[in-house]
Antibody, heavy 119, light 109 residues
Framework: QVQLVESGGGVVQPGRSLRLSCAASGFTFSIYAMHWVRQAPGKGLEWVAFISYDGGNEYYADSVKGRFTISRDNSKNTLYLQMNSLRAEDTAVYFC????????????WGQGTLVTVSS | EIVLTQSPGTLSLSPGERATLSCRASPSIGSSYLAWYQQKPGQAPRLLIY???NRVTGIPDRFSGSGSETDFTLTISRLEPEDFAVYYC??????????FGQGTKLEIK
């Protein structure tokens, strides 16, 4: 069965960096586009970033553009999110999500990893 | 950017009742590329409906979706205890950003 397992979250000071990982299994990772979606505590869902199946295309939300970088290693079935210059408003649970049709339809989600940006 | 506005913010109903959740898009999505997700506390969202009206395999037929362009509806015909959750609509298939509605909390009355 499809499994997505995020890791790498934690408490980090403002201005510092963190890298999240999402390990995929149960499907052919290399043919699916992937996304990161976040949810601030008690708030709704916010799309963060997209990467195409081969890593050739990336898109970002304006709120993270220039600070976050999405990447993938298809040989390791792993998705990444490099987060730099973190701000308090980046505090959220970060979910990785599989894109069913490379149209941003999220058919499977990981359980999420919490990132807390605080001094 | 397409803004999705869900109403009501909170819906209080009893098991067995019918729930009607609304999602309005501005500007128009221009298609039926609208999805509905269910999220329970402490869990990831789960895809219920795509293409405005297509149920994902395994989703009970008490869940149905309708609408196009700007106005979309998720209907739960007879509420079961496990249906009480937060529901989000989301537009896809367009250019980013891929936006979600702010959510409707369906709570037990």
């Amino acid at each position: 069965q499809v499994q997505l397992v995020e890791s790498g979250g934690g408490v980090v000071q403002p201005g510092r960096s963190l890298r999240l990982s999402c390990a995929a299994s149960g499907f052919t990772f290399s043919i699916y586009a992937m996304h990161w979606v976040r949810q601030a505590p008690g708030k709704g869902l916010e799309w963060v970033a997209f990467i195409s199946y081969d890593g050739g295309n990336e898109y970002y939300a304006d709120s993270v553009k220039g600070r976050f970088t999405i990447s993938r290693d298809n040989s390791k079935n792993t998705l990444y999110l490099q987060m730099n210059s973190l701000r308090a408003e980046d505090t959220a649970v970060y979910f990785c999500a599989r894109d069913e049709l490379e149209m941003a339809l999220f058919d499977h989600w990981g359980q999420g990893t919490l990132v807390t940006v605080s001094s | 950017e397409i803004v999705l506005t869900q109403s009501p913010g909170t819906l209080s109903l009893s098991p067995g009742e019918r729930a009607t959740l609304s999602c309005r898009a501005s500007p128009s999505i221009g298609s039926s590329y609208l999805a509905w997700y269910q999220q329970k506390p402490g869990q990831a969202p789960r895809l219920l409906i795509y293409g405005a009206s297509n149920r994902v395999t395994g989703i009970p037929d008490r869940f149905s979706g309708s609408g196009s362009e700007t106005d979309f509806t998720l209907t739960i015909s007879r509420l079961e205890p496990e249906d009480f959750a937060v529901y989000y609509c989301q537009q896809y298939g367009t250019s980013p950003p891929y936006t979600f509605g702010q959510g409707t909390k369906l709570e037990i009355k």
